[in-house]
């Protein structure tokens, strides 16, 4: 795991937002700042290589400079890149950077929830020894995710403070190609990052 802003101090809680990034969202920071009652720190993690998906889009580079412009001045943030993109995988790299003792959550939304609960790790059980060793704080995404009851000691709800069904990277990135409002959906801090950047992608010049 490597570091390019890490928050001071040994946290108890360790709250882990993995994500593409591409690019941050009014979403990405409301998941976080829901945590901040429930964690000591939020680590923001990048990784190198995407489990679901290609890593198409605006650069590595870039999506760190979106996230270090966006999370200046939040309190109890990190962000670092890792070399794993599975959940289990960046827990590992977690507990290397952080140690033995800390506790570990991972926040994220309803669908990828799901998408983590169903995923095939090869070995039957392997979901249940996965939660055995981090916990799960899921905000509700076009409805709110209900886990098998096995579960539901590591699996707990993260209320928002908002409504952000309609919230998505992907959306942000399709308004700019039609040309069409998308700013409310980013954090201020990179608008004019956000437009720089998928200007050149896409070819139109969005300005407002």
């Known amino acids: 795991m490597e570091f390019f802003l890490r928050s001071p101090g040994e946290p108890a809680r360790l709250g882990i937002l993995p994500g593409a990034f591409n690019p941050v969202t009014i979403a990405h920071m409301a998941l976080a700042r829901a945590a ?34 966006a999370l200046a001045g939040e309190p109890r943030s990190s962000i670092a890149a890792s070399s794993g993109g599975l959940f289990v995988e960046i827990a590992a790299e977690c507990r290397a950077a952080y140690g033995e003792h800390v506790r570990l959550a991972f926040l994220c939304g309803r669908d990828a929830a799901e998408r983590i609960a169903g995923w095939d790790y090869g ?73 720089r950047i998928y200007r050149a992608l896409t070819g139109f010049a969005p300005g407002y």
């Open 123 to 195: 070995q039957p059980g392997e979901f249940a020894r996965m939660l055995r060793q981090f916990d799960l704080l899921v905000a509700a995404r076009q409805g709110e995710y209900q886990p098998p009851a096995e579960f539901q000691a590591a699996i707990h709800r993260l209320p928002l403070a908002g409504e952000f069904e309609h919230v998505s990277a992907s959306e942000v990135r399709a308004r700019i190609a039609r040309g069409e409002p998308w700013k409310h959906l980013v954090p201020a801090p990179i608008h004019d990052r956000v437009s």
């Open 36 to 69: 901040a009652g429930r964690v000591d720190e939020v680590l923001w993690v990048l990784p190198r290589a995407l489990p679901h998906k290609e890593y198409t889009g605006a650069s590595f580079p870039d999506r760190l400079d979106m996230l270090r412009v």
